[in-house]
Every structure is written in structure tokens, then in C-alpha cells.
């Protein structure tokens, strides 16, 4: 695929596959266990559910800017990208590949609601297994990089295997959470947090959000080119992955509860660090986003 249309092309709008294509270097990608395999999820034929011959991920290597990397990419057009038996396995055996074969980095093209409540407990299973993958990937020297900016997010189990990564891309159509805007409410009530409410939606999960506090390193505008130029940049500048960075992580978590604890709106945590006009950054352009986040030390940390 030409620059042109890597500036073009919608990272929100695009399938799993036009991503990958259009992120790799043109015609290098090279699919393991593609549609052609059939290995699909033994599951949802017991609840009388349709399947997809690549069970909603696609995996592969290919070359990105002349460098071999691996990649994962959840389709969240089938059952919103969630979790299942196969779907994870797929990750996993990518992740545990990738230790042997030393890639640049390993991709993770996030767009998930979670695990599906139809394989709860291997989906479950395998979000374990691949954040497990994820720290051993990272320990054998590969960095593993996460992009998300797709329609259903990176939520539940993939919230957790994102907070697992060396490095987060996120746009302003990505959102980051454990717990999604309906679960919350249906738990604690519209009054704790309205899902309909799609504002507070994106100030409390948004790209803008995530990448202020530093719970992602960088953030992009909705093209294949963005995200691209992203995963290299954050290829060269992953952290080292040791105690120091743990104990850095925990750290830092602590603090965050102590500053922001007490805070009802992600505004108020926004003016906490020290951003000018909080009720300004929803509205903000990238480039005036990008100029605010120069201001917030709080944005740049190798502990996420």
C-alpha cells in the first residue's frame, strides 16, 4: 500500500487485515494459521454462533521500515474482538515464537471488548497466558508494542495484557479501561457512570486521558500513517524490563492513588497535573493536544 494511502486510510474504520497490510512494509506480510487453516473456536457451535476461519485475529511476521517484526491483529468486527480459546492461542503462539526468532518488536493490534462471555474460562485462560508471554517476550530483549485505536476499544482482559506492553500508541478513538462504561454502570448504577454519556466515555478512557496521565507513550491521529510512525519511534525507545522498572511501576501507581484518588472527572485529573484549561482538551487538535502533553511531566515515565 502507497504513503497516500497509509495518510488516508482510517485506523478507527479499517478491518484487522487492511491495518496489517497497510502498516507493513507492502507486500511483506506473511500470515501463520491464516482463514485457509480453519482453526476456529469449538465453542460457539454449542450456543448456535456463527465462527470465523481466522477466529478474529490475524498473525503474522512481515517487515516494517526494513525490520522483521511479528504482528497481532484482533478483528473487533467479530464479536468485538473478544478473547476466546483459539483467539488467544494465536497471540500466545506468536509471543512464545517470537522469543525464539528475536523479531525487531511484536505488534499487538488491539481492538477488544474482553474475553467472550461464551469461553469465559478460556478466555480467561488465555489472557493469562499471553500477559505470561508478554513478560517472558520482554525478558528475552523484544520489545512488544500495543496500537489501539479501533471501534470496540481495548477493554477487560485486553486492558490488562496493554498494561503489560513496553510502549502504547493510542488516538482519540482508542480507549483504555479494565472495566467498560456498561459494566460499571450495570454494577454501580447510571449515577456512578452513565454509559451513555459518550463525553465522559472518552475523558474517563479516551486516547487524550490515557496519554496524559502516561498510561500510553504516544498519541496519534487516525491514519495507518500515524500509527506507524509510532510503532517505530516506540520500537527505539522501549524500557528495559527489570526490578528497577517494576519497582518504578509500583511507585508510580501509588502516587497516582494518592494525587488522583479523590478525583470525580477525568477534568479534575487533568487540571491536578498541571494542564491550563482542562475542559479545553476534548476539543483540542492534535497538534495543540501534543503541546499541552509537553507540559505534563506526569506524561512521560517508563513505568506505566
Request: proline residues 4%.
Amino acid at each position: 500500500m502507497s504513503l497516500i494511502d497509509r495518510d488516508r486510510l482510517s485506523w478507527y474504520e479499517a478491518s484487522a487485515r487492511q491495518r496489517v497490510e497497510a502498516l507493513l512494509d507492502p507486500g511483506s506480510f506473511v500470515e501463520a494459521l491464516g482463514p485457509a487453516e480453519r482453526r476456529m473456536s469449538p465453542h460457539l457451535p454449542l450456543f448456535d454462533l456463527p465462527r470465523a476461519f481466522d477466529d478474529g485475529i490475524v498473525v503474522g511476521s512481515g517487515i516494517l521500515d526494513g525490520r522483521t517484526v511479528f504482528v497481532a491483529a484482533q478483528e473487533g468486527r467479530f464479536m468485538g474482538g473478544a478473547f476466546g480459546e483459539v483467539h488467544g492461542g494465536k497471540l500466545v503462539g506468536l509471543l512464545r515464537a517470537a522469543i525464539e526468532a528475536k523479531p525487531a518488536a511484536v505488534l499487538i493490534l488491539f481492538d477488544t471488548g474482553g474475553v467472550r462471555l461464551q469461553e469465559a474460562n478460556a478466555g480467561e485462560t488465555a489472557i493469562a497466558e499471553t500477559m505470561r508471554a508478554i513478560a517472558e517476550t520482554r525478558a528475552a530483549g523484544v520489545p512488544v508494542i500495543g496500537l489501539i485505536g479501533g471501534r470496540a476499544g481495548c477493554y477487560g482482559g485486553g486492558g490488562l495484557i496493554a498494561g503489560t506492553c513496553s510502549r502504547l500508541a493510542v488516538s482519540e478513538g482508542g480507549r483504555i479501561s479494565v472495566s467498560g462504561p456498561e459494566v460499571i454502570q450495570t454494577n454501580k448504577g447510571a449515577e456512578e457512570f452513565d454509559s451513555k454519556d459518550r463525553a465522559l466515555v472518552w475523558r474517563t478512557m479516551g486516547g487524550k486521558h490515557r496519554r496524559l496521565t502516561g498510561a500510553a507513550d504516544a498519541f496519534c491521529e487516525d491514519t495507518v500513517a500515524a500509527f506507524r510512525a509510532a510503532a517505530l519511534d516506540l520500537i527505539g525507545r522501549a524500557p528495559a524490563f527489570d526490578l528497577a522498572t517494576l519497582e518504578a511501576e509500583h511507585a508510580r501507581l501509588r502516587g497516582r492513588l494518592v494525587q488522583f484518588g479523590a478525583c470525580r472527572d477525568a477534568t479534575e485529573v487533568w487540571a491536578r497535573l498541571g494542564v491550563n484549561d482542562p475542559d479545553a482538551v476534548p476539543a483540542m487538535d492534535t497538534r495543540s493536544f501534543e503541546d499541552t502533553v509537553t507540559r505534563v511531566t506526569e506524561a512521560t515515565h517508563d513505568a506505566r
